[in-house]
């Protein structure tokens, strides 16, 4: 994906190359230049003397030393001389050659300045423009080989026109990757890859799964005399009734887009680490195995806009759990198992993912229900409708994966 962030270059831990905006010399300067050979050390200097400099819209590569990343690819973007003089093609050659580069060793994951836009003196917004609209092309031919791009931005301003910018290609249906859904070799490619036949699961479609059942939906179905029945789960511990549904459940490790999970837990809370751009606990997360730690490490999270964050967590709990189910074919089995029944996570104190009732409060010794959806809520909050989100998104992906199955039956 592209992404715009603010921050010091020289402090991003989670691409293999951070892109220098170097000059010709290749022997140091000012701005960010400036600090990424005070930050690799002196031995980044040394590497560069026997690289014999480097002309513009160029890319060299080399070690990265004292970084936390590998490589530290170099690049010389334009000085700006009024937009006559070749300025554009020249910084766009910067973004392609140092992604070639990227590409050539194997670099997955890269981090760019705003190149051209201190010293240099390119206007930011047009900077801003070729530099998406460069790589975001880029991408859309070799989405295989690079995974991430992002750009680390010193200041609110650069930051605030490159999000623009980034958006702006998003609105206009030109996103890389919303174009590639487009084409349905891409699609069929994807869906083999995942081994599920020609899946129709992709952006434009998912939100018909994972938004189709909610506590409303429910209290209408109780309310209309259909015949329900009920199948709950909680804790991922041996010996937990259906633990296999819950998010702590540590199965085969699964991968979602190229990154390894342990449960989906932790897919969910360092989703919500880069939701809310800390960086940090993001990488502490995807070092944890434990949910227990993920789930402590994802409290901490800073600076979590907690109503946006609701707004986007039933799409992130379904990816999540689409992964972790597809790692495994007996889950899936055991999921399409449980036919129609309305799932629900029978946690006494969760009343956002679960029903904030344990399973012996919630339902009969016949298995029907004893409180009726409209009063789920947990002991301490009596006024706060419980939502059994992870029962509703589980049963979306119980739908899609029958719906898969009917389509590739045929
Ligand atoms: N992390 C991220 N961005 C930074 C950092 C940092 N640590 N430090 C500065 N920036 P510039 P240019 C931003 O001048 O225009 C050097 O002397 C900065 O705020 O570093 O390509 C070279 O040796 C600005 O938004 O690069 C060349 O001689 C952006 O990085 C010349 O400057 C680029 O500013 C290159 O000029």
């Known amino acids: 994906m592209i ?4 921050g010091d270059i020289t402090k991003i831990s989670y691409v293999q190359a ?45 070690k990265g030393y004292n970084l936390p990343c590998e490589y530290i690819i170099h690049t010389v973007g334009p000085r700006w001389h009024g937009g006559e003089r070749g300025e554009a093609e020249l910084l766009a ?11 050539e060793n194997g670099i997955r994951k890269v981090a760019f300045p705003s190149i051209s836009t201190g010293a240099f003196g390119y206007p930011v917004e047009k900077a801003a423009k070729v530099a998406v609209e460069t790589v975001n092309q880029f991408l859309c031919d070799h989405s295989d080989k690079i995974e991430d791009v992002y750009w680390v931005l010193f200041d609110n301003h650069t930051l605030s026109v490159y999000e623009n910018e980034i958006k702006s290609i998003r609105d206009a249906g030109e996103l890389y990757i919303d174009k590639m859904l487009e084409n349905p070799d891409i699609v069929a490619a994807f869906a083999n890859a995942m081994n599920l036949g020609n ?31 009920f199948i709950t789960f909680w804790q991922a511990d041996s010996g937990c009734e259906n633990r296999e549904f819950s998010q702590w459940y ?15 837990e932790q897919y969910m809370m360092s989703e919500k680490a880069l939701f ?13 195995k434990s949910p227990a730690e993920c789930k402590s490490l994802g409290r901490k999270v800073k600076n979590l806009d907690g109503k946006e964050w609701g707004r986007v967590a039933r799409e992130v709990i379904f990816h999540g759990n689409l992964g972790k189910f597809q790692a495994d074919i007996s889950l899936v089995d055991k999921l399409l198992s449980t036919g ?15 029903s904030g009732i344990a399973k012996e409060n ?41 719906d898969l199955m009917s389509k590739t039956e045929k």
């Open 250 to 264: 540590q199965g085969e490790p699964f991968i979602i887009n190229g990154r390894k999970y342990y449960t989906a």
């Open 3 to 6: 992404h715009a962030i603010k």
């Open 276 to 288: 809310a751009r800390d960086y940090e606990a993001y990488d502490k997360i995807m070092k944890e």
């Open 18 to 62: 951070i892109v220098n905006a170097a000059n010709e010399s290749l022997l140091g300067g000012g701005g960010v230049d400036g600090a990424i050979h005070y930050a690799a050390g002196p031995d980044l200097l040394e590497e560069c003397k026997t690289l014999g400099g480097c002309q513009i819209g160029e890319a060299k590569i080399t």
């Open 199 to 229: 899946l129709g699961v992709i952006a434009p479609h998912k939100k018909k799964y994972y938004d189709r059942y909610s506590i409303q939906w429910l209290i209408d179905q109780v309310d209309s005399g259909a015949e329900l029945k």
């Open 362 to 402: 919630l339902l009969n010794p016949d298995g029907s229900l004893k409180v009726h959806p409209k009063n789920w809520h947990t002991e301490d909050n009596p006024s706060k409708l419980s939502e059994n989100k992870l029962g509703f998104v589980l049963m979306g992906i119980r739908d899609l994966f029958r």
């Open 93 to 103: 050659s910067c973004y392609l050659n140092s992604l070639k580069i990227a590409m």
């Open 340 to 354: 129609d029944a309305i799932l629900i996570e029978a946690s006494p104190y969760d009343n956002l993912y679960g």
